[in-house]
């Protein structure tokens, strides 16, 4: 069986109730295999990532395993701004930032049987390093929601997650599997914007990213999108005039 998400921005929960935590979110045009259902909830695992989690059972539509497939093989487009776009029969509906667009063509999309027109930016290719920071940009002064990826509420990975997928690479969810992902740098003075840096807790778990910029300065998801100062102990945040995070790795994923 399997599924895509007719909504704007659904939950994805890590249990099968309303009151378990919020692990991620599926925003419209997300596709997705479902592992298993009973009478309120399916557990899912997303296309784009692999990620899994229950979503409610109102908040998606069923789509066939051709359909999926037909999704799955087809380039990828996706909203490039927070835009009201129109259904067929003429009811608004507002999609974020990083929403897909299944099958865009000529400013018309479908989502299982319902037609749509969206006439705003949209990202389909391959985008140059020095856009990871425009994209990032966009994102900036969003509050910081666990599990968030949408510009409502987002968290440190799924802002790393969010810019890179707009410039056209792929990032696994969580900061520490996009840590087992792209090429390590030996010293922080190699890195260039657009890098990523992660950072760990006492355990030595990474718990966190965040997107390198010019001048030692880095992007990331504390509190909100803010932007404060990276040096080789990790994160110095501004504001309370302390390192808030230590260092671990910088991690290169695509070339200038």
Request: charged share 20%; net charge negative.
């Amino acid at each position: 069986m399997f599924g895509i998400c007719n909504l704007s921005i659904v939950p994805l929960r890590l249990t099968p109730t309303d009151t378990a935590e919020m692990v991620n979110q599926v925003l419209f045009g997300e596709h997705f295999e479902i592992i298993e259902k009973n009478s309120k909830w399916s557990k899912i695992k997303l296309a784009f990532d692999g990620y899994e989690g229950y979503i409610d059972q109102k908040q998606y539509v069923e789509i066939s395993e051709k359909e999926y497939q037909t999704l799955c093989n087809n380039p990828q487009t996706y909203a490039g701004e927070l835009i009201d776009f129109v259904t067929d029969n003429n009811n608004l509906t507002t999609i974020p930032l990083g929403a897909n667009l299944p099958l865009f063509n000529q400013d018309k999309l479908q989502v299982n049987n319902q037609l749509f027109t969206y006439e705003g930016k949209v990202h389909n290719r391959i985008l140059p390093k020095s856009s990871v920071l425009e994209i990032a940009y966009l994102f900036l002064n969003v509050p910081y929601l666990w599990g968030g990826k949408s510009p409502f509420g987002i968290d440190c990975s799924g802002f790393t997650q969010t810019v890179y997928k707009l410039c056209g690479y792929n990032l696994l969810r969580d900061a520490k599997e996009q840590a087992t992902q792209g090429q390590v740098l030996s010293f922080i003075e190699e890195s260039e914007p657009g890098d990523l840096a992660f950072f760990d807790n006492e355990e030595g778990i990474i718990t966190h990213v965040g997107i390198i910029m010019n001048d030692y300065n880095i992007i990331h998801a504390h509190g909100k999108v803010r932007i404060d100062k990276l040096d080789h102990s990790g994160i110095y945040n501004t504001d309370t005039q302390q390192h808030s995070h230590k260092l671990r790795v910088i991690k290169r994923y695509m070339d200038s």
